[in-house]
């Protein structure tokens, strides 16, 4: 075999590996493709009844990918607020996806910034969830798989914010059909999945640290918005989690 052929048969398997691994990352998101989903919608139909056409509620689910933000810029459109206070708000909401990123991103650090740039835009907290469920089960992760996962709940999103905003005029009540618990009951489902792969040390402390964040949301939220007062907490009790984990 010439090494011109031993360079195609390596790039070859290479290739076939990384296909392997993406398919996997799109089946693995299918759990959570029904939470995608019913937010989605829900989000959708939010955009339409602010007076968002159904192209500007697409370009808002592509280009924000938020739902918790799409929501708040919808009920901001609404109260006529600047566009600076609605950019601001946005951001001040979505700071936690740096530390979902910061916390993936040792798994990632043979590749080049570029893809991991790719990989950290896409992030959710739902992908994130699935990610460290894998992690915690000690099986491996890598970029394509990320990629595989990532996009399939990227592209599931725009279209099910798009079908909300198309189905508004039929569905003006998202709460009746119980479309705003679907974000919360798949958290759930997440949590209980990767409990269930942690030895009880470190079953305990974790669940200690759900305490501390709990209390300390509660206490926080006396003194500064919601949106900051989850933020702190999370910052302060993953730190607590660190120190204690050493």
């Known amino acids: 075999m010439t090494n011109l052929e031993e360079s195609r048969l390596n790039l070859y398997i290479t290739n076939q590996k990384n296909s392997s691994a993406f398919i996997q990352g799109v089946r693995d ?8 989903i019913s937010i989605g919608i829900a989000a959708g139909i939010v955009g339409a009844s602010s007076d968002l056409s159904i192209l500007e509620v697409a370009l808002l689910s592509a280009l924000v990918y938020a739902g918790a933000s799409q929501f708040i810029i919808c009920a901001l459109l609404i109260s006529g607020s600047p566009v600076s206070v609605i950019i601001f708000t946005a951001f001040i909401v979505n700071l936690r996806h740096f530390l979902l990123s910061m916390a993936l991103a040792p798994h990632f650090t043979k590749y080049s910034l ?23 089960r000690k099986e491996p992760i890598n970029a394509p798989w990320m990629n595989g996962l990532n996009i399939t709940a990227y592209v599931c999103w725009i279209l099910s914010c798009t079908l909300g905003a198309l189905s508004g005029k039929w569905i003006s009540n998202p709460e009746q059909f119980g479309l705003d618990f679907s974000l919360s009951a798949m958290f759930v489902a997440l949590l209980v999945l990767q409990l269930q792969n942690i030895e009880n040390r470190k079953l305990k402390l974790y669940l200690s640290l759900i305490a501390y964040v709990v209390i300390l949301m509660i206490v926080l939220n006396m003194f500064v918005p919601s949106y900051i007062a989850i933020l702190l907490s999370t910052i ?11």
């Not at 998101?29 to 995608?36: D, N």
């Not at 302060?236 to 050493?246: H, P, Q």
């Open 114 to 136: 570029l893809k991991n740039m790719g990989i950290g835009i896409l992030v959710t907290d739902e992908s994130f969830g699935v990610a460290i469920n894998k992690i915690a």
């Open 29 to 36: 998101c299918i759990p959570t493709l029904i939470g995608y």
């Open 236 to 246: 302060i009790v993953a730190t607590i989690g660190v120190i204690r984990d050493k």
